[in-house]
Every structure is written in structure tokens, then in C-alpha cells.
């Protein structure tokens, strides 16, 4: 089966976080199961383009193919891909469209409904409060009634979460939504080198420490939705009964770097609370496998695949409950917190003190979450709905 995969940025384009690899793995382990891929996207990587080559497709592995239209518009036109996406999609069995808010989204509906195609559609958050009431709400609220709306019974749309699909339903009650969560490559996490915290927290900062007891780890672009303000907050009071802990966040700058900079240096956490900017796999891997805790205070996340990424590593977690891992402290993975400074203090005291096996926190994201078991349910999606 051939299926066009229809994504606004892709692999290379990790400014754009977890969503970017996500896609990538889910690819690749079609294409595994026999499935041709022929992906159509923009040479986008936030404020830059990819260096790679456009308007042809590029062979990735077998079956699994890239074609990145060159963008005249950074992040908001190309001209190629209005006039090529039409005949990617005329050769192809199923169409699997990325996200909501975004010309190649309209495009390729478009263009999918008049060749009677099947089409999923991942909205990946769009959906969210969050979101639809941040930035440019009007033009949102009128894109989804002028262009969604019309074609929504012939969409098969995939939520991410049980929260993404409430979401999807509230805004159009009649949808055909299935939950297919994102997924995670759980044996490229495994084996890793384990080291100390004190070398782990000088090798990533580039520092000289002398002692350093607990590590925290988050990792995201820095954006508002994200809270590091709130895990900065807290930490900070965390820091009164263990002065020396570390809090190493990890991400590009999406609008709010500056703003955390600031804040940390206005309350004195410079030794204490570290921004290393992105970070490639090979960097993650090592700080997931060997910081005591992750923890992430997003305001909205219709996944999160850096939660499940770290409970590959078998790493207890601290998360915001707006969140959808609301099953984590019933099977011991973790806590989850309010959204606010004092709440995320306690959670991170009260993880402290907590016993977590490490094997059962594995066992547990490798059931649910591992690529093989998420590809199977997206592949009967494809041949049964």
C-alpha cells in the first residue's frame, strides 16, 4: 500500500521537537511492514531552511521516500507544493496529513477529497484550548468553519491522546476519531553508559563541580505552552532542602528564551538551573539514562513523547496533569502536579523519597507505547476503516 504522508516540516527539522522523530519512527516501521511511504513536506526547520535537495523525491530506505518543497515563504508558502502536491497524492492508496493550522494542510485536503481518497488526519494539539484561544483565534476559529468543517465526515481523524480526542469531538461531535498515541523506540534507548550525576552535569553544562546530589531533566522547544517558568519556580524552592540538585533543561529557542534566562539570573539559580540549548539524540539518550527525574509542566500536550522517551529509560517522572499520562502514578511511574510553583516543589520532594523500579517503569512504556505495538494499530486503521 502506498500512502502519503503530508507534514508541514520533517526529519531533519528538529526545531520542531518530538513530533519531527515521532513521525520519522512511524515511517520507518511502516515501510517495515511493507508499506511504501512517499512523504510531502517543506525544507522548514524553524527560523531556517534544511540543506537538503527539493521538488524530488529522495530515497531514504527502501520503500520510504522524502520530497522537500523549497519554501519561498519561510514557515508559510510554497509554490512547488501547491502545484506537485496533486499528482504525490493521485499516486497514492491512503493520505496521512500532519497537523491543522497550516496551508499544506489545506492543500492536500483539498486535493484529497476530489480524488476521493482516504484520508487520516493527525492534528497533533490542534484542538486544544491551549491553542485555539492563543494567537490569531479568530482566523483559527474561521479556518475550521470555512475549511474543516465542510469535509469532516471524510477524515478519519487520529487523536494522539484520550484528551485529543475529547478535544476533536467537542469541536465536531459527528467525527470518526480512533486513538492511535505516538510511539517510542524502545530499544534505542536501551544500553546505555551509565554515569555519575557529577559528571553528567559537567560533561552537558561544561562546568567544574565539586558535589551534586539529584538531577532534574526536562527537554522541549521554549515555548509559553511548555512552563518552564513554573519548573524554575519550584526548583528553586526545591533547592532550600537539597542545595545541591541541578535542573537541566534542554531545547531551541521558541519565544521565551530570553524571558527564562532572566528569570534564573534574577533569582540566583545560575549554578543551579542550566539551559543547553537542543540537543541531538546521542546528548538525550545520555540525559534520560542518567538523570534521577524527568519532569515537564506543559500547559497542554496531546502526547508527549519526551515523557515516554524517559520512562523507556526507566526514569521516574514529575508531569503536569494537563497532560494526558494520567496513569502514571497508578502504575508507578510517577507523580503528576498542578500546574503552579508549590505543587510541582511537593512532587519533587515527594518523588524523592519514592521507590521506583526501574524494570517495571520499562515494562510498562514498552507494552503500550513501543513502535510495534502503535504501527499495528495505525495499520488497521488503514485497512479496516
Known sequence: MRICLVSSSFYPATFYGGPISATWD??????????????STT????????????????????????????EQLLNKFSFSFIFGIWSDIKKSDVVYIQYLFHYTVLASLLCSVIQKKKI???????????????????????????????????????????????????????????????????????????????????????????????????????????????????FNLFLENDKNAKLIIAGGDDGVGKQLKIQIKKINLEASVFLIGAIDFKDKKLL??????????????????????????????????????????????????????????????KITTENYDSAMIKSYVKTNYDWEVIVGKFINIIKNK
Open 120 to 234: 487520516i488526519l493527525c492534528p497533533r494539539g490542534s484542538f486544544s484550548v491551549f491553542t485555539l484561544s492563543n494567537k490569531l483565534a479568530f482566523i483559527k476559529s474561521f479556518w475550521l468553519l470555512l475549511f474543516i468543517k465542510p469535509v469532516v465526515n471524510k477524515i478519519i481523524w487520529q487523536a494522539s491522546s484520550y484528551l485529543e480526542k475529547r478535544d476533536i469531538i467537542n469541536r465536531f461531535p459527528n467525527a470518526t476519531v480512533e486513538i492511535i498515541n505516538d510511539g517510542v523506540d524502545f530499544n534505542a534507548f536501551q544500553n546505555e553508559d551509565i554515569i555519575s550525576n557529577l559528571e553528567l552535569v559537567n560533561k552537558v553544562t561544561n562546568s567544574d563541580f565539586k558535589e551534586v546530589s539529584k538531577v532534574f531533566f526536562s527537554m522541549g522547544r521554549l515555548h509559553k505552552i511548555k512552563g518552564f517558568d513554573v519548573l524554575i519556580d519550584a
Open 26 to 39: 512511524l515511517s520507518k516501521k511502516l515501510t517495515n511492514k511493507g508499506n511504501e511511504i512517499y512523504v
Open 43 to 70: 525544507n522548514a526547520n524553524g527560523t531556517k531552511k534544511l540543506d537538503v535537495a527539493c521538488d524530488k523525491y529522495l530515497e531514504k530506505s527502501t520503500n520510504f521516500f522524502v520530497k522537500y518543497y523549497n
Open 288 to 349: 534520560l539514562n542518567n538523570c534521577d527525574y524527568f519532569t515537564l509542566a506543559s500547559e497542554f500536550e496531546s502526547f508527549g513523547i519526551v515523557i515516554a522517551e524517559a520512562l523507556s529509560c526507566g526514569r521516574p517522572v514529575v508531569v503536569s496533569n494537563k497532560t494526558p499520562w494520567k496513569d502514571i502514578e497508578i502504575n508507578n511511574c510517577g507523580i503528576l502536579a498542578d500546574n503552579e510553583k508549590n505543587s510541582f516543589y511537593e512532587a519533587f520532594n
